[in-house]
């Protein structure tokens, strides 16, 4: 099936330090990623949209040049927290969709498990 | 705008019991839903989805139907375990914004032997 691996899977960090997520399709090909924060007991929130080769689409809300997203590869999307402080604690998950030829924009996104990120 | 809502948890049932999640949508055009599971300390994985309206989707002894005339997608199990704990998520995507998926606000489950 299709696998999505996110490293680190726990960070622990001293306040004022950047902070980088790997979120990598490891079976197929995925032109659109999707970074999310779940706060504990709470659902998702969708952070960013990042697509393969161009800006990352940014909700509402959401400070982008907090918050840096790279999509340089079809497999790879990262996501650097910087200077991270105490509120940017919290639950992060990336998912991806496949990419299938004819298959349109509706197949399932597939979800990595999460980096559990601590700022001291 | 687009929107999932989901009954609030956590739903406490013994083994073997039957289960069912509520989950109603508000949508523009035609989303796909889903429900996705979170074990604890893990990402989500995708249970089932359906496409399209009177879609069944199944998997692992759990089902839910796209009732497009009541905007729900409820998740039901005839017979629940211990190791179906877990919070399940209810969730459909936006066909005009790459797909992207919104999400319930999430249900705990917790199964007692």
């Known amino acids: 099936g299709a696998v999505v691996s996110q490293h680190p899977s726990r960070v622990i960090c001293k306040s004022g330090t950047s902070v980088k997520i790997e979120c990598r399709s490891l079976?197929?090909?995925?032109?659109?990623m999707f970074w999310y924060r779940q706060f504990p007991k709470q659902s998702l929130m969708l952070m960013a949209t990042?697509?393969?080769?161009?800006?990352?689409?940014?909700e509402q809300g959401v400070e982008k040049d907090k918050f840096l997203i790279n999509h340089a590869s079809l497999t790879l999307s990262t996501l650097t927290v910087t200077s991270a402080h105490p509120e940017d604690s919290s639950f992060y998950i990336c998912s991806a969709r496949p990419q299938f030829p004819g298959m349109g924009e509706n197949q399932p996104q597939h979800f990595g498990d999460g980096t559990r990120l601590s700022i001291l | 705008g687009n929107s999932v809502t989901q009954m609030e948890g956590p739903v406490t049932l013994s083994e073997e019991a039957f289960l069912t999640i509520n989950c109603t949508y508000t949508a523009t055009g035609y989303p796909s839903l889903f429900w996705y599971v979170q074990y604890p300390g893990e990402g989500l994985q995708l249970l089932l989805k359906a496409t399209k309206a009177d879609d069944k989707g199944s998997n692992k002894g759990f089902e839910a139907t796209y009732r497009k005339e009541t905007t729900s997608f409820h998740l039901e199990k005839g017979s629940v375990q211990v190791s179906d704990s877990a919070v399940y998520f209810c969730?459909?995507?936006?066909?005009?914004?790459?797909?992207?998926?919104?999400f319930g606000a999430g249900t705990r489950l917790a199964v007692h032997p």
């Open positions: 990042s697509n393969e080769g161009s800006k990352a689409t940014y």
């Open positions: 079976d197929f090909q995925a032109t659109t």
């Open positions: 969730a459909l995507s936006d066909p005009g914004g790459y797909n992207k998926l919104i």
